[in-house]
């Protein structure tokens, strides 16, 4: 139904920027949410940011504090979040997931991606 593949992560220095992609197959892409999580070691699964079917948003903010923008192209089948002012706090696994309506809970979603190593040296 809808497989999703993330890339775009690596190292990179604090204050510096990065944009992660989420590619997805299957032809019914522009009916569902789409959310990026992330998750350090030993931690809880975090929400970042989610948007709509229609190009609605939110983000986590206090967390994010706008630095993050998350974006859509259906005629890719492709969701973006951008990262700017990375702080090592930052580091994590960052995973993209989809379904039908926006959420902000991880447990919610049906369709996950294999996660992009994200990590931010001082």
């Known amino acids: 139904q809808v497989q999703l593949v993330e890339s775009g992560g690596g190292l990179v220095q604090a204050g510096g920027s990065l944009r992660l992609s989420c590619a997805a197959s299957g032809r019914t892409f522009s009916r569902y949410a789409l959310g990026w999580f992330r998750q350090a070691p030993g931690k809880e699964r975090e929400f970042v940011a989610t948007i709509s079917v229609s190009g609605g948003t939110i983000y986590s903010s206090d967390s994010v504090k706008g630095r993050f923008t998350i974006s859509r192209d259906n005629a890719k089948n492709t969701v973006y979040l951008q990262m700017n002012s990375l702080k090592p706090e930052d580091t994590a696994v960052y995973y993209c997931?989809?379904?039908?309506?926006?959420?902000?809970?991880?447990?919610?979603?049906?369709?996950w991606g294999q996660g992009t190593q994200v990590t931010v040296s001082a």
């Open positions: 997931a989809a379904r039908p309506g926006m959420s902000m809970n991880w447990r919610m979603y049906e369709y």
